[in-house]
């Protein structure tokens, strides 16, 4: 099967969305799949590594940072270019992962070659709207209209969660929609270099920390894990909170961690390389989120695989799979968080081996999530009538402005030309 996966956000840019996209196109191939990322440029990756090495069969296309997240970026040219890689791959089905614009031009490529899309929703929009203009041109009321347009053509959608299950059926999504959870890819020799991470951060050896990893964003909350220190250091003197990530919120939360004192007891890290997250991870003695925006929450298990308990605001997906404090603790408010927090500080042995994260990681591997997207393509693949569409799965007028505003409606420069005819190639040569 030729799967193409298509994405606005992908490696070298970190997110949830960019390790779910990496991890279900390993596992599809493992599975003796052909699998075909279509994203976004990035100022990291240089052009001259497009097609080879780690992106290999990888399209990039000319994007600039997105209003509201400069360091997420959105596709502002190249549909023509991409339907014809698209038709030359012979794409059986494709996957978006966006509902911006490689989400698009996903849904017309799909169209155009008349083959079933479908589509994971990642991210709560109603949570996020604050970044566009403040909040005022999209509404949280208003994210409801849009997602279901978006996803009225798709031919299945895929839910992380429980949470998104509901939230999208009370929208009034029809569409069949199985709840895979994304799997999580764990390397048995993965380098732990914890220890060395201590001394560079200028930690020793048996200083309290507690971890934050992720995107440092106002919609996670992360203001009050930096309250809920002032707390803790009463009883943990020496105890620091790491917080490692980027993002909009980061000065803000700097100087509100001096306002309250805390300078000595909460370190920023900034944006923390792929290779070196397990290492975050195996540093601290317990990870925490009060955030109440995730719609799974990768974070929380890339900590169980590290052996690392973690303390999590309420959230059906983490109670799910919160059977025992090895794992977490699922907290409702700050003092909940707090007492979770000194409880884990205070007895080393829950940092220890234990069968209950083996369970817990057996459920949520990758290889379950690859094989149960993979079942989901199938039957999707096997209803699909490719001359049954009905007039409303034609482009809208909404759509096909979009299209020729954002995504262009320019000529193939030499570059693009030259892209599709060594595409071309690669394909009589692999036949």
């Known amino acids: 099967m030729n799967i193409g996966l298509f994405t606005d956000t992908y490696f070298p840019q970190i997110s949830g969305v960019s390790t779910s996209t990496q991890i279900l196109a390993q596992q599809l191939e493992n599975l003796g799949h052909n699998v075909y990322i279509f994203t976004t440029t ?11 090495g780690s992106e290999k069969n990888i399209y990039r296309f000319s994007s600039i940072p997105y209003t509201g997240f400069k360091d997420r970026r959105i596709t502002f040219r190249g549909f023509f270019e991409a339907i014809e890689i698209a038709r030359t791959l012979r794409l059986d089905i494709i996957h978006t992962q966006t509902e911006f614009s490689l989400g698009l031009m996903g849904k017309i490529i799909a169209r155009q070659l008349k083959i079933p899309i479908v589509h994971t929703y990642h991210t709560m929009y109603q949570d996020y709207t604050h970044y566009v203009m403040n909040g005022r041109l999209i509404k949280a009321g208003g994210v409801e209209v849009i997602v279901r347009a978006y996803l009225k053509s798709v031919n299945g959608v895929i839910a992380p969660s429980q949470r998104v299950y509901d939230t999208l059926r009370g929208y009034g999504v029809d569409a069949p929609m199985p709840i895979i959870p994304t799997g999580v890819s764990f390397s048995k020799n993965m380098p732990d270099n914890s220890a060395e991470l201590r001394k560079t951060l200028k930690i020793r050896p048996r200083q309290p920390v507690i971890l934050s990893l992720g995107r440092v964003a106002f919609e996670k909350n992360i203001e009050e894990l930096i309250n809920v220190m002032s707390y803790i250091i009463n009883d943990f003197h020496n105890a620091i909170l790491v917080i490692a990530g980027d993002g909009p919120a980061r000065e803000e939360l700097e100087d509100h ?11 920023f890290v900034g944006m923390v390389d792929h290779a070196d997250v397990y290492s975050y991870y195996r540093m601290a003695d317990v990870f925490a989120s009060p955030s109440t925006s995730e719609s799974q929450g990768l974070t929380f298990i890339e900590a169980v695989n590290a052996n690392r308990p973690f303390v999590a605001m309420s959230n059906p997906y983490l109670t799910q799979i919160t059977k025992s404090k090895f794992i977490g603790t699922i907290v409702h408010d700050n003092a909940e968080m707090t007492e979770a927090i000194e409880n884990y500080l205070s007895d080393p042995s829950f940092k220890k081996e234990n069968p209950e994260r083996d369970r817990v990681l057996k459920e949520i591997s990758a290889e379950k999530f690859g094989a149960d997207v993979l079942k989901f393509y199938q039957q999707i693949i096997n209803s699909f009538d490719p001359n049954g569409s009905k007039s409303s799965d034609e482009p809208t007028d909404e759509e096909i402005g979009y299209a020729r505003q954002l995504l262009g409606r320019l000529p193939l420069p030499k570059v693009a030309k030259r892209k599709i005819l060594k595409v071309k190639k690669e394909a009589r040569d692999n036949k």
Do not use: E, F, Q
């Not at 990035?42 to 080879?52: I, L, M």
């Not at 961690?257 to 370190?267: P, R, Y």
């Open 257 to 267: 961690a001096k306002a309250l004192g805390l300078n000595k007891h909460v370190k």
């Open 42 to 52: 990035d100022p990291k990756v240089k052009r001259s590594h497009y097609g080879h």
